[in-house]
Nanobody, 118 residues
């Protein structure tokens, strides 16, 4: 079992910023695609952003130009910098890791609440 440690959620006013962090085991982090997803009440979980081990990023249209995913290989940590937050960004944000060793494996963090007030 791979344990991901998330932090950084909270309450912020619209227009504000937050940074989420997700730490993974080093042996996994170096080869994994790191991702952030979110789930708002009554809605399905949706992809927010991903970043491959090679640095290729992908963003949901709804967060492009506002959110930035990054990774610090020295700290085995991925980040999601969220700027210009909107009330509709309110959700539980989950970190996930996907990697392949013989077979493809995926693990999820425990989730962190982000609430944006209007």
């Amino acid at each position: 079992q791979v344990q991901l440690v998330e932090s950084g959620g909270g309450l912020v006013q619209a227009g504000g910023s937050l940074r989420l962090s997700c730490e993974a085991p080093g042996s996994i982090f170096r080869i994994a695609t790191m991702g952030w997803h979110r789930q708002a009440p009554g809605k399905q979980r949706e992809l927010v952003a991903t970043m491959t081990s090679g640095g290729i990023t992908n963003y949901a249209d709804s967060v492009k130009a506002r959110f930035t995913i990054s990774r610090d290989n020295a700290k085995n940590t991925a980040y999601l910098q969220m700027n210009s937050l909107k009330p509709e960004d309110t959700a539980v944000y989950y970190c996930n890791v996907i990697f392949r060793i013989v077979s493809t494996k995926e693990y999820w963090g425990q989730g962190t609440q982000v609430t944006v007030s209007s």
